[in-house]
């Protein structure tokens, strides 16, 4: 409860971007909190479906966690492993090492991706496209 307030009063997707990346503030330091210090960004993604692809700004774990009213838009991994339960973060996985993709959803659907980047805390706030994003419909 505490983190979706959190995620909600920092105001991190902005109107007409539905993925936004955070590198600094409130919201990465509760993630990093929860999850360890190796994490230095957090995605916030809207509605997003997004194609098999490998993260190549990701040098490390990569955890997620899913908040909303939905069904659907499970994270496959090609290793098999699927994550959609909502509310509990998932991982570590690999996001460079692994091809992962999201299934399509329904209804309204957050999710958060906390990782541990290439790409210095002090890189620009703004949306990180390291792969192709949907909007869902």
């Not at 290793?79 to 460079?96: C, K, M, N, Q, T």
Request: with cysteine; net charge positive.
């Amino acid at each position: 409860l505490e983190f979706r307030r959190v995620l909600f009063r920092s105001k991190c997707l902005v109107k007409g971007i539905y993925s936004n990346t955070r590198r600094q503030g409130e919201i990465l330091e509760h993630v990093r909190s929860m999850l360890g210090p190796e994490i230095n960004a957090v995605c916030i993604n809207k509605n997003v479906v997004c194609g098999r692809h490998r993260d190549k700004k990701n040098c490390g774990p990569s955890f997620i966690c899913f908040l909303g009213t939905f069904t659907g838009g499970a994270l496959c991994l090609e290793d098999g492993r699927r994550f959609e339960e909502r509310y509990v973060w998932h991982g570590p996985f690999d996001g460079a090492a692994i091809t992962h993709w999201s299934e399509p959803h329904e209804g309204l659907t957050y999710s958060v991706v906390a990782f541990t980047s290439k790409v210095p805390s002090d890189a620009p706030i703004a949306q990180d496209a390291t792969f192709s994003l949907e909007r869902a419909a």
